[in-house]
């Protein structure tokens, strides 16, 4: 049995006799060109190792190892475990199937000490969770190809003065390159979720902040896009207020969403210099 001889995931699904389940923020993408164009998208080939959340009927999965790729699939709903074994006995060897939870795996120890990319039709009640994971935790993807609902995708990649740029713009951009590679409609999963997805690609960046910066970082974009519409100098008043901004090289009446990526790591250096002191 190779790849090709596997029934069409329609099929699979009915032969299995599985329903997508909300609970576990289940969207299939049947149709093969899509996630063909997606495993595209995360350039990724022979040679290279491949962590996919949430494989579920396995259209993404299937596109992956056709590009040669060695893939490793968390899943948690052991539903699909006897379809998602089926995958890996045709894939001679390039599909480990790994039954558990994506937010508590130790990726490091999956990859084997490799280094690793991440491609996922992430489920949505988990996806900026896991994505956060990936940008701040102690390991480091190679490359992210993740689908998000379409409006956190704007927010990943939103630039500074337009209203979907905030924490999730920051932290994501002061971590990695990130850029919306894809747009997919609503009716292009099964079943269609209520709004239109689309898939970001992140290159995390060579000089990521070190985990003091990055914690500083959380703190001072929780505190000013916190209550966005104020000042920065009421914002972050119990972090330093006025005197952080300016020793930031921040004009202290600026609001939250004008100040770029490097103006946030400048007052996360700022308050780390504050704090050690003692100002
Ligand atoms: N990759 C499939 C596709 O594109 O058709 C399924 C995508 S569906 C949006 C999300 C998948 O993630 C489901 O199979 C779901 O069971 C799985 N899932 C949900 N939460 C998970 C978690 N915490 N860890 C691993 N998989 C999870």
Do not use: C
Request: hydrophobic share 50%; charged share 20%; glycine share 8%.
């Amino acid at each position: 049995m190779s790849l090709a001889d596997l029934p069409p995931l329609r099929e699979a699904l009915a032969a299995h006799g599985l329903m997508a389940r909300k609970s576990f923020g289940q969207h299939f993408l049947l149709d093969l060109n899509i996630t063909r164009k997606i495993a595209r998208l995360a350039e990724v080939g022979a040679g290279d190792r491949v962590i996919e959340v949430g494989p579920g009927p396995g259209g993404l999965t299937r596109a992956l190892i056709e590009t040669g790729a060695q893939v490793i699939a968390i899943e948690k709903d052991a539903r699909f475990a006897p379809l998602l074994e089926a995958l890996a006995a045709a894939s001679g060897g390039a599909l480990t199937l790994i039954l558990g939870d994506a937010l508590k795996v130790d990726e490091a120890a999956l990859a084997g000490g490799q280094s690793a990319h991440v491609v996922s039709n992430l489920p949505y009640n988990v996806g900026t969770p896991l994505l956060i994971k990936w940008l701040t935790g102690p390991w480091t993807p190679a490359s992210l190809t993740l689908m998000f609902q379409k409006e956190v995708a704007e927010r990943i990649a939103a630039a500074p003065g337009s209203s979907a740029y905030g924490r999730l713009a920051v932290i994501a951009q002061a971590t990695a390159d990130a850029r919306v590679v894809m747009d997919v409609p609503a009716r292009a999963f099964t079943p269609p979720p209520k709004v239109d997805s689309a898939v970001v690609r992140l290159t995390p960046r060579a000089d990521r902040p070190a985990p003091d910066r990055l914690d500083a970082l959380q703190k001072l974009t929780a505190a000013a896009f916190g209550q966005r519409r104020k000042m920065l100098r009421a914002s972050l008043k119990p972090l330093g207020g006025e005197a952080l901004a300016t020793a930031a090289g921040l004009d202290p009446q600026a609001r939250a969403e004008t100040v770029d990526v490097a103006g946030f790591l400048r007052l996360a250096d700022a308050w780390l210099e504050l704090r050690k002191t003692g100002a």
